[in-house]
């Protein structure tokens, strides 16, 4: 018997997370996709997500959901868990979607899995890879006797296209309590930085221990810029001070999928391939020619990352100019 995964969509600036889309995709190949989405764009948004794996959407475009802060939502969400009792809700990992989960675990009591990178059922049991640590990959289980919740890391999976589906939709008549806008969303601040965010980049260009010291990391960045990417770090070199922790790419850090992943002086130990190990090509430069990094790359240089960096970034200029 299929499963029912629902998902809620989140929205930013009127269209889809891209987080959720993946999460969608996953729920699709699992079995019944249904997405929830709310928001004052849910009644454009709803149409589109079939494409994404949905065969249904609850919709409700009420602007309450944009102007506080997650509370509308539970609620909404809550109500539809007793009502519809779904085998799954998959969520990204977010801020505003972990502290929903919290809630609806809390209030309901449901099994609630966080860091997932994987998902798939053995029958009736729901069983989830998660990272456990700095070294250890461990399987959680859900029974599947009630709703359960599975929150999915950024980039765990692809955004699928299942072209040519089309959705149902359902217009819910739901009303929002006072209780649950009592949150106000003030201001919405961005950010600004340079470059590509590390979970988007086509390109990433990472370092790690091989480099020697902190002050050779500017090679790695100034590759980087000149291929138009983003710099990524081992944890290692996280640990050791060298960078804050936005930079850590593995099972500890955050999961990437470019086209290309340049690893300088990053000799490939398990944790820090569960995170890139999915990007399409893979460049590796390190002086040990037995370096695990190797097994996997598309292409390996053996090499002190030191020289052939700083050559490498002026002949990309060159062709550039």
């Known amino acids: 018997m299929s499963k029912t995964i629902w998902v809620l ?28 989405v ?6 454009e948004v709803a149409p589109d997500l079939g494409a994404y794996g949905a065969e249904k959407v609850y919709v409700h475009a009420d602007t309450a959901y944009d102007n ?4 509308p939502a539970l609620e909404t969400l809550s109500r539809l868990l007793q009502q519809h009792k779904p085998d799954l809700l998959l969520l990204a990992t977010t801020y505003d979607l972990r ?43 859900h029974p599947g006797s009630d709703t359960g919740i599975v929150m999915v890391r950024p980039k765990a999976f692809s955004v699928e296209n299942f072209a040519g589906r089309t959705a149902e939709i359902e217009t819910l008549d739901v009303s929002i309590n006072a209780q649950s806008q009592t949150i106000k969303v003030l201001e919405t601040v961005t950010v600004e930085s340079e470059g590509p965010a590390l979970e988007d980049a086509s390109v990433i260009v990472s370092g790690g221990r091989g480099l020697g010291k902190a002050e050779n990391f500017k090679l790695v960045e100034e590759l980087a810029t000149a291929l138009g990417g983003a710099p990524g770090a081992t944890r290692a070199i996280v640990d050791a001070g060298w960078l804050p922790y936005s930079y850590q790419v593995g099972q ?22 569960a995170g890139m190990k999915g990007s399409k090509y893979i460049v590796a430069i390190n002086k040990d020619e037995h370096a695990p990094i190797f097994s996997i790359a598309d292409y390996g240089v053996v090499g002190d990352a030191l020289t052939i960096l700083p050559q490498l970034t002026e002949e990309v200029k060159r062709r550039k100019a």
């Open 9 to 36: 969509v989140e929205l930013e600036n009127g269209a889809p997370e891209r987080s959720s889309l993946e999460v969608l995709g996953k729920a699709a190949r699992l079995g019944r996709a249904e997405a929830i």
């Open 38 to 43: 709310l928001g004052a764009a849910a009644a």
């Open 68 to 71: 506080y802060l997650t509370l």
């Open 99 to 141: 502290d929903i989960a919290a809630r609806l675990n809390a209030r309901h009591s449901l099994g609630l899995i966080t860091d997932a990178t994987d998902l798939a059922y053995d029958g009736d049991t729901l069983t989830v890879t998660v990272p456990w640590g700095g070294e250890t990959v461990v399987t959680a289980t």
């Open 252 to 273: 500890t850090g955050k999961t990437v999928k470019p086209t290309l992943y340049i690893a300088c002086g990053i000799s490939g130990a398990i944790q820090h391939l």
